[in-house]
């Protein structure tokens, strides 16, 4: 069974995907689930080793992103919502994410974890995203 329904060019998740994907500190993803694979439309393998903007959309403002990095490189959890392209840029969907610092062997990770946000908790997002550059 699919993660998610098709609605127009929006996958809509399912109340039980629930997508994680890490990045070392600069970004690039080390581990992606299977949720995170099929909503996105990669293959793990396509996946790995690529820098995470690989699934970023044009209609996210540049200063959520600023304020994850910002967040998470203190040390703190970040969370927000965030619109994310499939492969090949033709559909997209939304998540409700949660970010954190993790330290691993001395090194320093990044992971998230994203479930479905609610049909208000979006609307109110593309309502801010459009203010924010
Ligand atoms: C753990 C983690 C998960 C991230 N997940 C996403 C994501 O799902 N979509 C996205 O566009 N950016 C995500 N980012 C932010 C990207 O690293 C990047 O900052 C963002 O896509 C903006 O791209 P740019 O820095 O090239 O402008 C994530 C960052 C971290 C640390």
Redesign the pocket.
């Known amino acids: 069974m699919s993660i998610y329904s098709v609605n127009g060019t929006e996958r809509v998740l399912s109340e039980y995907a629930f997508?994680v994907?890490?990045?070392d500190e600069k970004?690039v993803?080390v581990f992606a689930n299977d949720d995170f694979c099929e909503a996105?439309g990669y293959t793990t393998q396509e996946l790995i080793g690529k820098?995470?903007?690989?699934?970023?959309?044009p209609d996210?403002p540049?200063a959520a992103?600023?304020d994850?990095?910002e967040t998470?490189k203190r040390g703190e959890t970040w969370t927000g919502f965030?619109?994310?392209?499939v492969k090949g840029g033709r559909e997209f969907y939304w998540?409700y994410?949660t970010?954190y610092p993790v330290l691993r062997d001395g090194k320093h990770?990044?992971?998230?974890c994203?479930k479905k946000p609610t049909a208000d908790e979006v609307a109110s997002s593309i309502a801010l995203y459009k203010t924010l550059v």
């Open positions: 997508l994907s890490e990045t970004g993803i996105a820098p995470h903007n690989i699934v970023r959309h996210m540049k992103f600023k994850l990095w998470v965030v619109k994310n392209n998540v994410a970010v990770y990044y992971m998230s994203r």
